[in-house]
């Protein structure tokens, strides 16, 4: 076997490509993997771990300029831009402008929707055969309201959630204290989705990346793309630091590098980096039953088997992995005042990464025009973990030539040229 030809290549070790790398090596596929650092180590490991049916609204929403520009001036708020002069950052923030409105965040919501299913039931399917080993647990979330002009909304969003086949219950402050003993007096309400699920990021990257290696696949580290080799509408070569790799089909899951490496083959996908943070504490006598998403900060609050983590903010900030420090601080600071427990708690790591943002909030997945052996699978800001699986699968069944249906519309790169001024 030529250890530099395969059937597929996989640029990206993160949740997706790891998950493409599975389905497709289970169909049969001779399946490489280019990562250019380590397998796990970008925004799929450091995360919240949760699988959503409740996740249904995506980032740019009616309300959402009103409320960001409330945050964007507080140095320890969960949103924050990094100005800077560039064409393709402006691009990004006028597609998202115009995507902040009710007819885009319906169309969203309904797309979504079917996404979460279908990626519950795939979830599922895994955690049957390794969710020991990844700490699956399908526990709920408890989204917790800490003003009563947001829990006044919360029957609105249950009506939403209820109307996509999902199970929630609006819960009163005494319900929210009975269901979670850790949540202390800040809390005025919440919501409770009982279909929702949770895993250790960290743990479900080595246990697909080990089943996909058990089915075939090779899973090249520190090996950074740097060109192609094309052939009239086909790639046939991709250059890396570790030598030139050649396939049949190009998979590019490469997060919040999307546009960078699709640039090299003459396309930019409108993708901005949106830091986030982790901090992860270690267990306690004390605990928090479940996980627990705070309404107004923002902030998820995963308990894994071994540890606690804290997850949240988002920072519009390219590529930059410079940590924050204020808004990390920010984060305890706020959670705190949700988990009383864990003002003294001192975290044993702190993380931070970027989730790959697309400017009308939904992922991008399909043929990169006009390179016919070319997909795109990426996009998914705070989702990857819970969409990754559904997407290997979606993936797979592209590289068979088979459809998406309606949802290979929706989620086309072909719609993202209107958010670029070069089109």
């Given at each position: 076997?030529?250890?530099?030809k395969?059937?597929?290549?996989?640029?990206?070790?993160?949740?997706?490509?790891?998950?493409?790398?599975?389905?497709?090596?289970?169909?049969?596929?001779?399946v490489?993997?280019?990562?250019?650092?380590?397998i796990?180590c970008?925004?799929?490991?450091?995360?919240?771990?949760?699988?959503?049916?409740?996740?249904?609204?995506?980032?740019?929403s009616?309300?959402?300029?009103?409320?960001?520009?409330?945050?964007?001036?507080?140095?320890?708020?969960?949103?924050?831009?990094?100005?800077?002069?560039?064409?393709?950052?402006l691009?990004?923030?006028?597609?998202?402008?115009?995507?902040?409105?009710?007819?885009?965040?319906?169309?969203?919501?309904?797309?979504?929707?079917?996404?979460?299913?279908?990626?519950?039931?795939?979830?599922?399917?895994?955690?049957?055969?390794?969710?020991?080993?990844y700490?699956f647990?399908?526990?709920?979330?408890?989204?917790?309201?800490?003003?009563?002009?947001?829990?006044?909304?919360?029957?609105?969003r249950?009506?939403?959630?209820?109307?996509?086949?999902?199970?929630?219950?609006?819960?009163?402050?005494?319900?929210?204290?009975?269901?979670?003993p850790?949540?202390?007096?800040?809390?005025?309400?919440?919501?409770?989705?009982?279909?929702?699920?949770?895993?250790?990021p960290?743990?479900?990257?080595?246990?697909?990346?080990?089943?996909?290696?058990?089915?075939?696949?090779?899973?090249i580290?520190?090996?950074?793309?740097?060109?192609?080799?094309?052939?009239r509408?086909?790639?046939?070569?991709?250059?890396?630091?570790?030598?030139d790799?050649?396939?049949?089909?190009?998979?590019?899951?490469?997060?919040?590098?999307?546009?960078?490496v699709?640039?090299?083959?003459?396309?930019?996908?409108?993708?901005?980096?949106g830091?986030?943070?982790?901090?992860?504490?270690?267990?306690?006598?004390?605990r928090?039953?479940?996980?627990?998403?705070?309404?107004?900060?923002?902030?998820?609050?995963?308990?894994?088997?071994?540890?606690?983590?804290?997850?949240?903010?988002?920072?519009l900030?390219?590529?930059?992995?410079?940590?924050?420090?204020?808004?990390m601080?920010?984060?305890?600071?706020?959670?705190?005042?949700?988990?009383?427990?864990?003002?003294?708690?001192?975290?044993?790591?702190?993380?931070?990464?970027?989730?790959?943002?697309i400017?009308?909030?939904?992922?991008?997945?399909?043929?990169?025009d006009?390179?016919?052996n070319?997909?795109?699978?990426g996009?998914?800001?705070?989702?990857?973990?819970?969409?990754?699986?559904?997407?290997?699968?979606?993936?797979?069944?592209?590289?068979?030539?088979?459809?998406?249906?309606?949802?290979?519309?929706?989620?086309?790169?072909?719609?993202?040229?209107?958010?670029s001024?070069?089109?």
């Amino acid at each position: 076997m030529d250890i530099r030809k395969g059937d597929v290549i996989i640029i990206g070790g993160g949740v997706i490509g790891l998950s493409a790398a599975y389905y497709a090596a289970m169909a049969g596929a001779e399946v490489i993997v280019l990562e250019k650092g380590e397998i796990g180590c970008g925004c799929s490991s450091g995360n919240a771990g949760l699988i959503g049916r409740s996740y249904l609204e995506p980032l740019p929403s009616p309300g959402v300029i009103r409320e960001s520009a409330r945050e964007i001036f507080d140095p320890e708020g969960f949103f924050g831009i990094k100005p800077r002069l560039d064409i393709g950052f402006l691009s990004w923030i006028i597609g998202f402008l115009r995507s902040s409105n009710k007819k885009h965040f319906a169309f969203a919501v309904d797309t979504f929707s079917r996404l979460n299913a279908e990626a519950a039931r795939a979830h599922m399917e895994l955690a049957e055969l390794g969710g020991g080993r990844y700490d699956f647990k399908k526990s709920g979330l408890l989204l917790i309201f800490g003003s009563n002009h947001r829990f006044h909304q919360a029957h609105k969003r249950q009506e939403r959630a209820t109307a996509c086949g999902v199970i929630c219950r609006v819960l009163s402050r005494e319900e929210v204290l009975e269901q979670e003993p850790a949540v202390g007096e800040h809390a005025v309400g919440g919501i409770h989705y009982s279909e929702d699920a949770s895993l250790d990021p960290r743990l479900f990257l080595q246990w697909i990346g080990g089943e996909a290696k058990a089915y075939g696949a090779r899973i090249i580290s520190g090996a950074e793309v740097y060109g192609f080799k094309t052939s009239r509408n086909q790639v046939k070569t991709v250059l890396t630091t570790k030598g030139d790799y050649r396939s049949e089909q190009v998979v590019v899951a490469c997060g919040s590098w999307l546009s960078q490496v699709c640039g090299q083959l003459g396309r930019k996908i409108p993708v901005e980096g949106g830091r986030g943070i982790s901090l992860t504490f270690p267990v306690t006598e004390e605990r928090v039953r479940q996980p627990l998403l705070l309404d107004e900060s923002h902030i998820a609050i995963t308990p894994f088997t071994t540890s606690l983590r804290l997850t949240g903010v988002l920072e519009l900030a390219g590529l930059d992995l410079t940590l924050n420090v204020r808004r990390m601080r920010g984060v305890h600071r706020a959670a705190s005042r949700y988990v009383p427990m864990l003002q003294e708690l001192k975290p044993i790591e702190i993380w931070r990464g970027l989730r790959p943002c697309i400017p009308d909030g939904l992922p991008v997945l399909g043929q990169l025009d006009p390179w016919e052996n070319v997909l795109v699978a990426g996009g998914h800001d705070g989702r990857g973990v819970s969409l990754g699986p559904i997407t290997g699968k979606y993936v797979t069944r592209l590289l068979n030539g088979e459809s998406m249906g309606d949802l290979g519309k929706r989620l086309s790169p072909k719609r993202l040229q209107s958010f670029s001024f070069l089109h």
